[in-house]
C-alpha cells in the first residue's frame, strides 16, 4: 500500500524559505510524474507544481519564479524548495502522483507565513 510522507513545513516570515520533502513509500516513484498540492483553509486544493518522469517541471502561475520542484529517485522522494513566501503562500501542502485515481493522501505539511 502506498503511503506519502511529507514534511519540512513550518513557520517563516514574508520572503524567507522553506524546503519541503515528499518520501513515497510502497512505489518507485521514478515511475510516476510527480506534484505538489497545497490547500489554504476555506478552500480547496490546487496544483502546485508537479515533474514527469524526465524531470520537465510546471508551475502554477502564483508560484512560477520562487518555487522549484526536484526529485530524487534514489530516494523515492519528491522536494519543494519554496523562496520569497508570501503570506498567501499559507496552506497545507501535500504530494502526489498525477495519475488517476490519486494515490491516498499524505497528512501533509504546514506552512504559515506571518512576521
Known amino acids: 500500500q502506498v503511503q506519502l510522507v511529507e514534511s519540512g513545513g513550518g513557520l517563516v516570515q514574508p520572503g524567507g524559505s522553506l524546503r519541503l520533502s515528499c518520501v513515497v513509500r510502497?512505489?518507485?516513484?521514478?515511475?510516476?510524474?510527480m506534484a505538489w498540492y497545497r490547500q489554504a483553509p476555506g478552500k480547496q486544493r490546487d496544483l502546485v507544481a508537479q515533474?514527469?518522469?524526465?524531470?520537465?517541471?510546471n508551475y502554477a502561475d502564483l508560484v512560477k519564479g520562487r518555487f522549484s520542484i526536484s526529485r530524487d529517485n534514489m530516494k523515492n522522494a519528491v522536494y519543494l524548495q519554496m523562496n520569497s513566501l508570501k503570506p498567501e503562500d499559507t496552506a497545507v501542502y501535500y504530494c502526489?502522483?498525477?495519475?488517476?485515481?490519486?494515490?491516498?493522501w499524505g497528512q501533509g505539511t504546514h506552512v504559515t507565513v506571518s512576521s
Open positions: 510502497g512505489r518507485i516513484s521514478s515511475y510516476y510524474d
Open positions: 502526489n502522483a498525477r495519475i488517476s485515481p490519486m494515490w491516498p
Open positions: 515533474i514527469n518522469r524526465d524531470g520537465i517541471t
